[in-house]
């Protein structure tokens, strides 16, 4: 029997584990799926927006693939050198294989003078508090700000955009954390500047979720024409690939419109603007930025010409990127653990047991459906291996009495259960709908409770 642990519950480890239950080339293969959190699903769960119900809905495809027989849920086990982990070469000595599927864990910064300034964030940070991440700061990112700027024209930019130009009562139905959405409640932005470097045509954000920009109640998106004509495709976007065409299309037709109503927000999307520096010295307010130019390559120059715009909350939202895993050799430059074809490479050769999937094999491209692909070639890989890699013997001790051994304390499917339980009852008792719990404390009590339930598997 092939036994596998793969690292990481977000979508490219279920398909991953999935694939590896589900393919016949290797019969009786067990999967232990293995995460930091007491809850899985990854960024399903922890990084789509609250407002975007049917990619949230995925989480029932994955809950399907986790249930599925020879698929076993171990959260809290977090995986690295030094106290409270399970290290790499650990894993080894339990498993034939292992699969890390961590990710990208942080998010690449701008590299410019006041970028630690009070009131600066990573979108990353952002994203993680108003979706309950246990790990996230607990607010301050609205409270008091007039005027936002979001660095960056991607999805994400996008989300985090739409959700300050939200209000509570229109959150209220989702899941969002109660802390978050009694902030949001009470924020006074009311501009939204949303700003890219180069023009539009080269931005990263989709249709679907630039037009949500324009449906929302009380708020007006604004676009300046004589800015974004910079960009040679504007005045005829036919020659672009179609979803740039139609990114231009929609922006044209905001361009230059009416203001915003009294008292409602504004979101204004700016184009041709490089930050260079963030201004203040208690706390942010402005950030300065340099006009750029198209240089004739998909590129832009500078132009010497600056603007400031005020700004008591900066979001910076150009990226995700991999960090390294304690064990595991790391592309720095990419951000990625070196691999051929899923495989992990130590000085250039195979890793006997080592792969990845994912953000971490690949870097951070393409949406939640590419990881299907991905964890395919890996999983291929894996079973080309299964016959070297199955004539080393294992312990017989049970992986998760081993990882209790190593002072984790294993959350499985029962505890995520008790988790989903104790998120409904927390909304039942705030008139709403499940409310996620965004603290350690309450859902490793809600885990333990419902591990301790009658009926409930050692």
């Known amino acids: 029997m092939l036994r596998v642990a793969v690292v990481g519950s977000g979508p490219s480890g279920v398909y991953t584990a999935q694939a590896l239950v589900e393919q016949r080339a290797v019969p009786g293969v067990t999967v232990d799926v293995l995460d930091r959190l007491p809850c899985p699903y990854g960024l399903v769960r922890y990084g789509v927006a609250p407002d975007h119900e049917k990619i949230k809905s995925l989480q029932g495809n994955l809950r399907a693939a986790l249930e599925l027989p020879g698929v076993t849920f171990l959260g809290n086990v977090r995986v690295g050198d030094g106290p409270h982990g399970v290290s790499p070469r650990r894993l080894r000595e339990l498993y034939h294989a292992v699969v890390y599927c961590v990710g990208a864990a942080t998010d690449r910064r701008l590299g410019i003078p006041g970028e630690e300034l009070p009131g600066s964030f990573s979108a990353t940070e952002f994203v993680s508090w108003y979706s309950a991440h246990p790990d996230a700061a607990p607010g301050g990112f609205v409270l008091g700000a007039r005027s936002a700027v979001v660095v960056g024209v991607g999805n994400v930019a996008v989300d985090v955009a739409r959700i300050l130009a939200r209000g509570a009562e229109e959150l209220r139905p989702t899941d969002v954390p109660d802390a978050a959405l009694a902030a949001l409640g009470e924020s ?15 931005a990263k954000f989709t249709t679907k979720e630039l037009r949500e920009l324009g449906s929302l109640p009380g708020a007006r998106v604004l676009v300046r024409g004589e800015e974004a004509s910079l960009d040679p495709a504007w005045a005829d976007p036919s020659g672009l690939p179609a979803a740039a065409r139609r990114n231009v299309e929609v922006l044209r037709g905001w361009a230059d419109g009416p203001g915003a109503e ?58 995700y990127r991999g960090v390294p895993i304690p064990g595991l050799p790391f592309d720095a430059e990419r951000g990625t653990v070196p691999n051929d074809r899923g495989r992990v490479l130590r000085d250039g050769v195979p890793s006997p047991g080592e792969y990845v999937a994912g953000w971490i094999k690949r870097g951070p491209t393409g949406v939640i459906g590419t990881n299907r692909s ?17 004539a080393r013997p294992l312990p017989e001790e049970d ?27 927390l909304g039942r008792r705030l008139g709403r709908g499940p409310v996620k719990i965004a603290d350690w404390e309450g859902l490793l009590t809600a885990a333990r409770r419902a591990s301790r339930s009658p009926g409930s598997m050692p």
């Open 399 to 425: 992986a998760a009495t081993a990882l209790r051994a190593a002072d984790a304390e294993p959350v499985r499917w029962q505890g995520w259960q008790g988790i989903e339980a104790a998120e409904e009852t």
């Open 188 to 202: 006074r932005v009311r501009d939204i500047h949303m700003v890219g470097r180069r023009g539009p045509a080269q």
């Open 374 to 390: 991905c964890a395919k070639e890996t999983v291929t890989s894996l079973l080309a291996d299964a016959g070297t890699l199955m």
């Open 262 to 319: 009294e008292g409602g927000r504004r979101i204004r999307l700016r184009f041709f603007l490089r930050p260079v520096a963030l201004l203040g010295e208690e706390a942010v307010r402005a950030v300065r930025f340099e006009r750029t130019a198209p240089d004739g390559r998909g590129g832009v120059v500078g132009t010497g010409r600056f603007e400031e715009i005020e700004a008591q909350l900066v979001l910076r939202s150009v990226g």
